[in-house]
């Protein structure tokens, strides 16, 4: 099996900064690509960003020049650097990763969610 372990959540100011990371563990053969996402209360799953094994990223527009989404091959995890956040940036952000498991078995995977609240 695969989990995905999500950190650095929390409560911030408008303005402020949080990073978010997310190790990914288990029967990983390799990783494409991994990603973070957010949900607010009423509201559906959305892309924040999104970043493949070669580097190569995407990001939604409402976070493009504020966020930076970057990873590390090696040791199967993705960080979420968040800058100047807004209130409307509160959600649960969730860690997901594109796996392919040492049974040869391609999977989605998703980790717990974290909290970022942030206040006006």
């Known amino acids: 099996q695969v989990q995905l372990v999500e950190s650095g959540g929390g409560l911030v100011q408008a303005g402020g900064s949080l990073r978010l990371s997310c190790a990914a563990s288990?029967?990983?053969?390799?990783?494409?690509?991994m990603g973070w996402y957010r949900q607010a209360p009423g509201k559906q799953r959305e892309l924040v960003a999104r970043?493949?094994?070669?580097?190569?990223?995407n990001y939604a527009d409402f976070v493009k020049g504020r966020f930076t989404i970057s990873r590390d091959n090696a040791k199967n995890t993705v960080s979420l650097q968040m800058n100047t956040l807004k209130p409307e940036d509160t959600a649960v952000y969730y860690c997901?990763?594109?796996?392919?498991?040492?049974?040869?078995?391609?999977?989605?995977?998703w980790g717990q969610g974290t909290q970022v609240n942030v206040s006006s």
């Open positions: 997901n990763a594109d796996v392919m498991t040492t049974y040869f078995i391609p999977g989605d995977y």
């Open positions: 970043i493949t094994s070669g580097g190569s990223t």
């Open positions: 288990g029967s990983i053969l390799s990783i494409n690509a």
